[in-house]
Structures are given as C-alpha cells and as structure tokens.
C-alpha cells in the first residue's frame, strides 16, 4: 500500500471547479497559556457543488471544528474561510445568522425537531421564521425523497428516529441552501434507519445538485461519500476518493501505524 500523505507544509489540493464551500490556512485555538488546545494547525480544503463529503478522524481530531467554522457557527483564530464568494471573517454576527438561515442547511445526531409541530410544520419551521413561504414544487419533489408523504401530520413522538431524521433531512433542504452540514446523521439509528438516510443523502448530491459534508465515525458511512477527507491533531492527513468500506477501514488502519490517530484495530 502506498504511505498515505501528510500535507501540513505541502501545497493544498486545487479546489474544486464550481466551489461552494472552502477553507484556506484554517487555524483555531481555544484557551490559553497552559490551557491552549490548537484544534485546527492550517487546514486547507474545498467542497464542490454535488459533491457528498465525508469528514473522519478520532474524537479530538477537529472535525467537528472544522465543520462549525466552514458553516459559520465559531470563528476562526486564523485563516480564511467561504461560502461561495463571500468571505465569513469579514460578517458581523447578524449577518453570519442570515447566512446560516439562507444558505446553510444543518442535520444533527440529535434530530432537533420541535415536539409540538408536526412534521410538515417542523420541515418548514426556517422559513416561517424567515417570514418565507415554500416553493410547493420543491416541497412535494423533497417530501417524495424522504419518503414522509403519509406522516406529514404526525408529531414527533409518533415518529420512528429514522422517520425524524428524516424530516430533520427535509428540513435542512428546504430553503435550498448552497451547503448541508451533517454532524453524525447516523449516529442515534440502526443500520436499516441509517442505510436510508445515508442514501437519501447520495439522492441530494446527484439528483438535486446539493452540496453535502458528513462528519462521522463510521466507516460504512463515509463509503457513502465521494471522497473522505481524514484528520489528526487539527491537520488534513490524506483523503480518499470513491470510497469503499474497505478501502476506508484500510486507510485508517494506514493512518494509525503512521500518525496514531486512534482508531481501534479492523474487526476479524
């Protein structure tokens, strides 16, 4: 196997030809003195449109640094970094909240639906707050992906965690944003409720165009994706693209004999 890459010193990759989402130089540091943690040394990257991307590496790698900043909810202590062309270092706070709410979409673990509203009123939640009504067409073409056509009606509670997260899907979609930011959509399902919405995902990048950036632990996950892009100690140490779960699990197991990223050994 070829020694995976380190690319801390070395050119960042080109970006990719339509860019919606990017980072250059990107360096974040919490605290202070002794307390000082550097959870992003530099990091460079770029999303392009329709392209589903996964983000890996063990707990204290960044990722989920490096997604908050990409999506404008923590700054960054240095660095640059941009949604399509706008710059987020130069925004105040009420204009990084407009951006978020416009042209950002977010899927949690944690589904984060409002349990007195019912699916439809939770899917179309951002947009009632934005003072915005739905596009009918795009709400029936987005409402058939997820398959929720005979439980828009139902609350929350009488949802299954596959069916909230995916009306938490819909939601993040529905105001047609340039970037859907995925923070272990999987994590709180069983393999038969995660397989759809892993799926569902794969549906917005190549049917819908939509641009999405999955973190997460699991290497069946991130085959999903197009490319996966792995971290360690707040840097880019390789990437991999047309992912399988083997190529993936065989990566990481390359990463953790040359970077000790942490991973635990490759089930028997």
């Known amino acids: 196997?070829?020694?995976?890459?380190?690319?801390?010193?070395?050119?960042?990759?080109?970006?990719?030809?339509?860019t919606v989402a990017a980072a250059m130089g990107l360096t974040k540091v919490y605290g202070y003195g002794d307390g000082r943690?550097?959870?992003?040394?530099?990091?460079?990257?770029?999303?392009?449109?329709?392209?589903?991307?996964?983000?890996?590496?063990?707990?204290?790698?960044g990722k989920s640094?490096?997604?908050?900043?990409l999506a404008g909810l923590d700054r960054p202590t240095s660095g640059s970094v941009r949604i399509g062309p706008v710059e987020l270092s130069r925004m105040t706070d009420r204009q990084l909240t407009r951006l978020r709410r416009d042209r950002i979409g977010f899927i949690f673990q944690n589904f984060h639906l409002i349990p007195t509203?019912?699916?439809?009123?939770?899917?179309?939640?951002?947009?009632?707050?934005?003072?915005?009504?739905?596009?009918?067409?795009?709400?029936?073409?987005?409402?058939r992906a997820v398959g929720l056509a005979d439980r828009l009606n139902h609350l929350p509670s009488q949802l299954s965690g596959g069916q909230q997260q995916r009306v938490a899907c819909a939601r993040a979609l529905m105001g047609r944003p340039d970037i859907v930011f995925a923070d272990e959509p999987t994590g709180n399902l069983d393999s038969r409720?995660?397989?759809g919405i892993l799926s569902f995902l794969q549906l917005c990048a190549r049917q819908f165009g939509q641009t999405i950036v999955m973190v997460t632990h699991d290497p069946v996950a991130a085959a999903q994706?197009?490319?996966?892009?792995?971290l360690s100690d707040g840097r880019i140490v390789d990437e991999l693209t047309r992912p399988s779960?083997?190529?993936?699990?065989?990566?990481?197991r390359a990463l953790d004999a040359t970077t000790g990223m942490g991973y635990p050994p490759r089930p028997v």
Not at 65 to 69: A, D, G, Q, V
Not at 245 to 252: F, M, W
Request: charged fraction near 15%; include cysteine; aromatic fraction near 6%.
């Open 1 to 18: 196997m070829t020694r995976p890459r380190v690319w801390p010193g070395m050119p960042p990759p080109a970006p990719p030809a339509t």
């Open 37 to 61: 943690v550097l959870a992003l040394d530099r990091v460079s990257v770029a999303f392009g449109r329709s392209e589903f991307a996964a983000i890996m590496g063990p707990s204290g790698s």
């Open 65 to 69: 640094t490096l997604m908050h900043c």
């Open 117 to 143: 509203l019912t699916a439809a009123e939770n899917i179309t939640v951002p947009l009632t707050i934005a003072g915005r009504r739905p596009d009918n067409g795009w709400f029936d073409a987005v409402i």
């Open 193 to 195: 409720a995660g397989a």
């Open 225 to 230: 994706a197009d490319r996966v892009v792995f």
């Open 245 to 252: 779960p083997d190529s993936v699990l065989d990566r990481i």
